[in-house]
């Protein structure tokens, strides 16, 4: 069974940094991609950042030059740093982990970013 578990969230001031952690049940590299989306109230899920199994990135565009994704393998876990934070960041941030064709959601992480 997959679990994904996110940590990290919280509360911090615009300009400062958050480090988001998503630590799976399982080997990271059985999984083809594994990402961090966000949603904000009133809004849809959105990508934030997706690494596959390559290593090869991609990022939202709002968040571009800000955040970095990127994998401890030894832990089994995917890292979010997010760094400049904007008062528009604020949102639950989940982890998400596709192996084959099921994706694998966490329960969510909150952030909230006061201007």
């Known amino acids: 069974q997959v679990q994904l578990v996110e940590s990290g969230g919280g509360l911090v001031q615009a300009g400062g940094s958050l480090r988001l952690s998503c630590a799976a049940s399982?080997?990271?590299?059985?999984?083809?991609?594994m990402g961090w989306y966000r949603q904000a109230p009133g809004k849809q899920r959105e990508l934030v950042a997706r690494?596959?199994?390559?290593?090869?990135?991609n990022y939202g565009d709002d968040v571009k030059g800000r955040f970095t994704i990127s994998r401890d393998n030894a832990k089994n876990t995917v890292i979010l740093q997010m760094n400049s934070l904007k008062p528009e960041d604020t949102a639950v941030y989940y982890c998400?982990?596709?192996?084959?064709?099921?994706?694998?959601w966490g329960q969510g992480t909150q952030v909230t970013v006061q201007g």
């Open positions: 690494i596959i199994s390559t290593g090869s990135t």
């Open positions: 998400k982990a596709t192996m084959y064709t099921n994706d694998y």
């Open positions: 399982l080997n990271i590299f059985l999984f083809g991609a």
